[in-house]
């Protein structure tokens, strides 16, 4: 079991680390997301995702309900790319 939560550890380590930022704008812009997300539902002060893990249940959710065909490694790539651009979130667990 032990050895079983390391790797799944790692991985998750692994695949934040090499999350590609410039892929996450390219994913979010052909998906259209800005026709529901302007900048302002990531700055205000009422948003309603208020930590990185929130952020990444809310990206998979919105791919999946709006029929992005994104992979589960594309959607941290859109999930870095909003982190570093609004939300700022510190990513280390």
Known sequence: MKEKTLSLMFIFLFSFIYADENNGKVLY??????????PDIFT??????K???????QVK???YKNDAPWFDDEALDVVKYL??????????K
Do not use: M, V
Not at 29 to 38: D, P
């Open 83 to 92: 982190n570093h651009h609004y939300y700022k979130f510190p990513t280390q």
């Open 51 to 57: 930590s990185y893990e929130k952020l990444e249940k």
């Open 44 to 49: 205000h002060e009422d948003r309603k995702i």
């Open 61 to 63: 959710w919105c791919g």
């Open 29 to 38: 812009t052909e998906a259209e997301c800005a026709k529901c997300h302007t």
